[in-house]
């Protein structure tokens, strides 16, 4: 099972964050971030939302509850959407609204 703290630096490391780098999108320490990756600090609510909301992943993924990175993806919105399938511009287009909405994000 994976801590909050290997989640934590499994995201930054894939994210090709430097500890400095992100404990500044985070408005922390880079030791208070280092302390949260060995587990020797737990972050915030406040701290866990901005982390899930930077690397887009859900609060089960970095609690470590389950292994998926997000609630919901391409595949469970094509499910409800009446059997029908996607075409490749809807798809595309789908990519595009979701890139929209994470740029509000950083507003």
């Not at 901005?50 to 391409?74: H, M, P, Q």
């Not at 919105?77 to 075409?87: F, K, R, S």
């Not at 809807?90 to 979701?98: A, G, N």
């Amino acid at each position: 099972m994976h801590t909050i703290g290997d989640r934590i630096r499994q995201l930054r490391e894939e994210g090709h964050y430097t500890q400095i780098d992100l404990a500044g999108k985070l408005n922390i320490s880079n030791t208070t971030l280092s302390q949260y990756e060995t587990n020797q600090r737990t972050p915030s609510d406040e701290v866990k939302i901005r982390i899930c909301e930077i690397f887009n992943v859900s609060l089960d993924y970095l609690l470590g509850v389950t292994d998926k990175k997000r609630a919901y993806d391409i595949e469970t919105i094509a499910a409800h959407h009446d059997g029908d399938d996607w075409t490749e511009e809807e798809l595309e287009e789908i990519e595009r609204f979701k890139e929209f909405i994470r740029s509000k994000r950083s507003l």
